[in-house]
């Protein structure tokens, strides 16, 4: 089979498609065809050998799959050949095949397609996670989402709406703006606009925000304070680089500043994502926005495109 193999860390060209073995699923794990591959900044990230955790090399990049069931072990029962799935998680995605763990895989609705279901785990997961497990969002609360208009932020606003909070979404293009309202935002900002925080103060009436997804810790988090609601909270879901705050800003209004990764969430968490977010698909709440396609051969480019400004959905490989 066909396979994205990375043999050193470094730049998107590092990763070249060659033929490997077929894996054989052990009694827990099951063998998926790969349909669909979701290209997420943490993967180039660990493929650049920047990020703290590191695979051993030689290895195939990317987590978040979707596609159907092709065999499962003697101990895996909950699937069937030609069932329609997506996966988290998963190591060695990047792939016409893929083995995982059984509890990894979740049914995808027939709605669903599969390039939808290659952009839910790290995405849909990330913004689940930051927002009620983190967070501790509730229904009637005001959430910001900075980069509304990038897998995470496009995922956030869908799961904030349809739980009942007032949501306002940030973007850099005239496009992006339109996806972030589609995504179910009640207002949008350009970020590139100088006062835009000072606009979205004023739409709270003064009040502040309650809950900020922050994807570029580095650039906002500072500002972030000053738009904080009563007992508001900033989670830090992106950084690229150190940042100077004044943390008396966090003392008046007791502010909290929380930090997360996907990668910490423990196998009660990951139920409870992804059964929140299968009944979101099930009911159509939820609706993963497909930027942009490449390729097996093209991965190169995918990573290069999921690190540049103006997102625009979510970036996905087609086997």
């Known amino acids: 089979m066909k396979a994205i193999v990375v043999r050193a860390f470094g730049g998107p060209d590092v990763m070249k498609v060659e033929d490997v073995p077929t894996p054989s699923p052990s009694p827990t ?20 050998g920047t990020y703290a955790r ?7 990049p ?13 101990a895996a029962s909950r699937f069937k050949k030609g069932d329609r799935v997506y996966a988290h998680a998963v190591t060695g995605g990047g792939a016409e095949l893929a083995v995982c763990e059984e509890w990894q895989v979740q049914p995808l609705p027939a709605g669903t397609t599969f390039q939808q279901g290659a952009a839910i785990g790290v995405p849909y997961g990330t913004a689940w ?15 910001l989402v900075h980069g509304a208009s990038g897998g995470v932020g496009s995922a956030a606003v869908q799961i ?8 306002i979404g940030t973007a850099g293009t005239e496009d992006g703006l339109k996806l972030v309202r589609e995504q179910g935002a009640h207002v949008a900002f350009n970020h590139k606009d100088a006062d835009y925080m000072s606009g979205i103060q004023a739409w709270t009436g003064g009040r502040g925000v309650d ?11 500072d500002r972030d304070l000053d738009i904080l609601a009563m007992r508001g909270r900033v989670v830090v879901i992106g950084n690229r680089g150190r940042v100077e705050i004044d943390p ?26 992804h059964a929140g977010i299968g009944a979101g698909l099930e009911n159509g709440t939820l609706h993963p926005v497909i930027g942009q396609e490449f390729a097996l051969a093209d991965a190169p480019r995918a990573h290069q495109a999921v690190m540049e400004p103006g997102a625009f959905g979510k970036i996905v490989l087609v086997p």
């Open 248 to 273: 008396r800003k966090s003392m008046g209004n007791d502010g909290a500043i929380l930090g997360m990764t996907l990668f910490n969430a423990n196998a009660e968490e990951f139920r409870e994502i």
């Open 62 to 74: 990317h987590t978040d799959i979707g596609g159907v069931i092709d065999a499962a072990g003697a």
């Open 129 to 143: 996670r930051g927002l009620f497990i983190r967070a501790h969002a509730r229904a009637g609360e005001t959430v």
């Open 160 to 167: 904030a709406r349809a739980h009942g909070m007032r949501v």
């Open 211 to 221: 809950v900020i997804l922050e994807m570029l810790a580095n650039v906002n988090l």
């Open 54 to 60: 590191k695979p051993q090399l030689p290895y195939t």
């Open 29 to 48: 794990q099951v063998l998926i065809q790969v349909k669909a591959i979701g290209v997420n900044p943490v993967d180039g990230y660990i493929r650049s």
